[in-house]
């Protein structure tokens, strides 16, 4: 691909890619932005580049941007979240007392607060309730989790997860976060 370069002693392509996924997370949803010195033909570049790629690694789509637009880190609305609670309650204890309509009464109650703060890594008392976009169960140990973008600050998930369930970092080891699609405006 004729792909641009920074200027310098060292240059580097010129490239941008999707936000960080926090330690111990999958994701079906990565991107990078990538400035070129000429235009492509999209078609035969996904074929060429989905050739030379791990296997597992799938181009869904590239698309066309403006060159002087902002970057799509900047253009993130929301992220989408699978949860999978599955494997933790096979490990825990409480695995014969908890059930979907369980989780589901701790979602609603949840939801229901008009504030939930918690506290970061400074110290300081975030309310982060108008960061949840939507929560819901599907299946019997699944959350589907969708979390408002603030230019800079992606709220971790886990943190969602381990309020609602009242569980620290230790105790979530074994639920599988996803990372399912970006929503952009």
């Known amino acids: 691909m004729p792909v641009s370069y920074t200027q310098g002693f060292n240059p580097r392509i010129k490239s941008s890619f999707s936000p960080a996924l926090p330690l111990g997370f999958e994701s079906e949803a990565e991107y990078i932005e990538l400035y070129l010195d000429s235009r492509i033909d999209i078609p035969s570049s996904i074929d060429g580049i989905q050739k030379n790629l ?8 590239i698309k066309r941007l403006p060159l002087f ?3 799509s880190n900047l253009k993130i609305r929301a992220i989408a979240y699978r949860v999978n609670l599955q494997q933790f309650y096979e490990k825990a204890a409480v695995s014969g007392r908890v059930s ?8 609603g109650d949840f939801l229901e607060r008009g504030e939930i703060f918690l506290v970061d890594k400074k110290g300081r008392k975030i309310n982060v309730r108008p960061l949840i976009l939507s929560m819901e169960m599907e299946g019997d140990w699944i959350i589907r989790l969708q979390l408002k973008a603030k230019a800079g600050f992606n709220l971790n998930p886990r943190i969602i997860i381990g309020a609602l369930l009242d569980m620290g970092d230790k105790d979530l080891a074994f639920v599988e976060f996803t990372r399912e699609k970006f929503l952009f405006w």
Do not use: F, S
């Not at 791990?54 to 789509?61: A, F, N």
């Not at 369980?102 to 979602?107: A, D, K, N, Q, T």
């Open 69 to 71: 637009g902002k970057t």
């Open 54 to 61: 791990p296997e597992g690694l799938t181009i869904r789509d």
């Open 100 to 107: 979907r309509e369980h989780l589901e009464g701790r979602i």
